[in-house]
């Protein structure tokens, strides 16, 4: 039936965006850089949507020209954001979904939403039945319960109504795995019995079941995300989801649901360490994806609670990931009215040039296999007494080693341990961080991989025992905390913690540790070098991961470099200081050697923004190659390169690095 005019034109105030010829929104795999927007309403606002104007959106969008925007739908608090039908609403004074709609569809910008998934106060307000029991039986005053009715009864019609009201692109899905905790309700102990036959749910570690009760519960959850995500695919082909932090570090599983992107945010001090760590494991999931940086430094509970980063320590963090081919987004909050002060806007649309100079070259990227740091799903599911991360220090095993090794200027990878069967046999030398439990399917999978010629450098007092065999050491006792001071090249390093004594029995001891910072005397075994099979395998007996993760320390910096040269030179090195990141790739056929400064990154809380990175240069690059390249350019700029070739190596100088720098070779 054909509309009147006042049909027509009520039509057209409402949803002008399915009826303008609008361009073509790109999917999310095809995006690279964005902006998300959030603001938790809640009750008490009093000014939502108030001073939103079509000419400030038209304004960013022009200014910035980001490839997709994620705006508010529903925060943690419950309420949603928009004029809803299906639940309750914050004051809104302007909707605020409308106008963002509006915009972005006339310039083809995807929108998406910020919209919390397990964390939902109101819901556990308005039915204390749908929450999360806690261990002494309580209701949660956070977390719905994935064994619950929430997300048929709230969740679903939520994203139904305002996909169908507002034509959204995607949602980007907050409060989840990190959200989650173990359900003690009596459904769920019921069900827990009938599964396992355990009558009393289970506590704390050590408990009969406890193991078996926190994947009872990381069951759950992975049945609720792919519910809500199978039935909102169904309700509208082509909407894209992620549920934040799935399928990174937090989930250090095979991507099984079917998410269309992965993306998490990361915030708090170090922000760089965190990025590098999480942009190399999700690079290996073959998803589409994108990491968050927060544009300002929060500190809960403090009088000066948030202070925005300028645009250089934004694009300093920028660079980690998009080194690691991943996408980039930046998250802020506008004013409670929804304001976005044109000051923002410029940082924004300055750290967009720095990205957009960089897609070509960055954009959906390969890695070229140097070094595999191992990410064991097994010891942190095992022993780190959550169902998901963030782990903290139990993931410092990872995280330290990896910073060390960047720290060297050796390029490096994160091998989910689901992945590692894949890959192994890619890389020339595997890491073992001191993880607690690898288990002996790892083990098993690690020494076929030296037998057939890899190098292997394994760490921790755990793996002594675990791959003791083939690291040609007899073990003396059991481990134990203790003082251990290894001899940098300058100063002791300090390796306090468990470690692991060891008799050589075929292996040769190539490092030694002190009980006191006195090397005259005592000394023990710190680490050992075997051949076995084709290859070769260095064992450290003691923390090594965790504890360069709590002090980055120069002197076990130095200690890790000369434990990798007994296995191994990678293709590219890099004569400069240790905050110069190397990473190396390949794309449409050339590779690249990216040059990464990291001098003056944030790391401590009274020192929140960085507004000035020095230049670091000149630098000396040399690049292992079986002829010398037809082509050499240093990116972003296109600015030719004449390097020297001889004996297998190019050498070439690069004058200065600012913070992010491309040596582009055609071979």
Known sequence: MALTRRQLLAVVAVRPWRLAAAPARRPRKDCYFGLHFDLHPSEGDRDLGREI???????????????????DCKGHAGFLGYPSQVSRSAPIVQDSLALWRRVTARHGVPLYIHFSGVWDSLAVREHPEWARRRPDGRPDDRQTSTFGPYVDARMIPQLKEAIEKYDLDGAWVDGECWATHPDYGKAVAKAFRQATGIRKLPRKPGERGWLEFLEFNRAQFRRYVRHYVDAIHAFRP?????????????????????????????????????????ARYISQTGKPWDLMAWGFQYRQGQPVAVVHKPAVQLCQEAAVVLAQGGAFQIYYQPTRAGWIDDRHVEVMARVARFCRERQPLCHRSETVPQIGVLFSTRSLYNKADRLFGGWGKAANPARGLLDALIENQLPADVIPEWKLEEVAAQYPLLVVPDWPDVGEAVRDRLRDYVARGGRLLVAGAENAALFGTELGVRLKGKPSEQPAWVPGD????????LW????????EAIETRYPTYDGRKDARCAATWVRLGSGQIVGFYGPLGSVFALTHAPAAREVVRRLVRHLFTPMVTVDGPPTIEV?????????????????????????????????????RLSLKLARAPRSARLEPGSIPLAGDWSGGWWSVEIPRLEIHSIVAIEE
Request: charged fraction near 20%; proline fraction near 7%; hydrophobic fraction near 45%.
């Open 238 to 278: 082509g909407f894209q989801i992620a549920s934040n932090w799935l399928y990174s570090t937090f989930v250090p599983e095979r991507p099984e649901i079917p998410v269309d992107f992965i993306s998490g945010d990361y915030l708090g001090n170090a922000c760089i360490s965190a990025a590098r760590l999480e």
């Open 53 to 71: 104007t079509e000419e400030m959106i038209e304004r960013f969008l022009l200014r910035v020209r980001p490839d997709f925007v994620q705006y």
């Open 583 to 619: 990473v190396l790739r390949r794309k449409d056929g050339r590779l690249l050697v990216h040059l990464l400064n990291a001098t003056a990154m944030q790391v401590a809380a009274d020192y929140a923004a960085v507004d000035f990175i020095p230049p670091v240069g000149p630098l």
């Open 490 to 497: 300058e100063v002791f390093a300090n390796f306090y913690g």
């Open 500 to 507: 692991q004594e060891v008799e050589p029995e075929g292996a």
